[in-house]
T-cell receptor
Framework: AQSVTQLDSQVPVFEEAPVELRCNYSSSVSVYLFWYVQYPNQGLQLLLKYLSGSTLVKGINGFEAEFNKSQTSFHLRKPSVHISDTAEYFCAVSEGLTGGGNKLTFGTGTQLKVEL | ETGVTQTPRHLVMGMTNKKSLKCEQHLGHNAMYWYKQSAKKPLELMFVYNFKEQTENNSVPSRFSPECPNSSHLFLHLHTLQPEDSALYLC??????????????FGPGTRLTVT
């Protein structure tokens, strides 16, 4: 079975400071990893994904993540955050379903709060 | 309309009511999903449909009854709900290769309150 652990439930950070949101996963099959962001009263929006190839993945809004197979991690980083980055961030691992589609297993989320 | 839409955005219902949630995707996808998002819990996958056929039921109570009449529409029929069913219900869609590498696109959700 697949699982995702997000070690921090809340991360406060000052504007223009760097931030790292941690994610560790467990998977017995090919690893496909995703980071989603959820702004208040909205659905989830894809930030970035790792499928294969380069372990450093760049996404939208200046975010990037590094896939580390030996440490089973997929941490999300941004070198300089903005107030508008305040949101909840979800890490997820994906597996294909025999009948079609795929199953996303999510972590519990990390609330990023950017302060002035 | 673009992306994935959900109606209504908010719903308050009594435990004896019957209501339905609607989801529509405008992305040409063939797989559709229902998720439940409760406070302090991970998002839970409820149902998966692929080309209108249900391929996953994650041990969801029978008071939740999904319906997928075509690849663009997904419904969740609700009856005799419990207060613990209060949550944000999210719909998503994706390509359907079954290999796990396709991202899912989410709607804005329906905030359900059971009184």
């Amino acid at each position: 079975a697949q699982s995702v652990t997000q070690l921090d439930s809340q991360v406060p950070v000052f504007e223009e400071a760097p931030v790292e949101l941690r994610c560790n996963y467990s998977s017995s099959v090919s690893v496909y990893l995703f980071w989603y962001v959820q702004y208040p009263n909205q659905g989830l929006q894809l930030l970035l994904k790792y499928l294969s190839g380069s372990t450093l993945v760049k996404g939208i809004n200046g975010f990037e993540a590094e896939f580390n197979k030996s440490q089973t991690s997929f941490h999300l980083r941004k070198p300089s955050v903005h107030i508008s980055d305040t949101a909840e961030y979800f890490c997820a691992v994906s597996e294909g379903l025999t009948g079609g589609g795929n199953k996303l297993t999510f972590g519990t989320g990390t609330q990023l709060k950017v302060e002035l | 309309e673009t992306g994935v839409t959900q109606t209504p955005r908010h719903l308050v219902m009594g435990m004896t009511n019957k209501k339905s949630l609607k989801c529509e995707q405008h992305l040409g996808h063939n797989a559709m999903y229902w998720y439940k998002q409760s406070a302090k819990k991970p998002l839970e996958l409820m149902f998966v449909y692929n080309f209108k056929e249900q391929t996953e039921n994650n041990s969801v109570p029978s008071r939740f009854s999904p319906e997928c009449p075509n690849s663009s529409h997904l419904f969740l029929h609700l009856h005799t709900l419990q207060p613990e069913d209060s949550a944000l219900y999210l719909c998503a869609s994706s390509q359907t290769a079954g290999t796990g590498d396709y991202e899912q696109y989410f709607g804005p959700g329906t905030r359900l309150t059971v009184t």
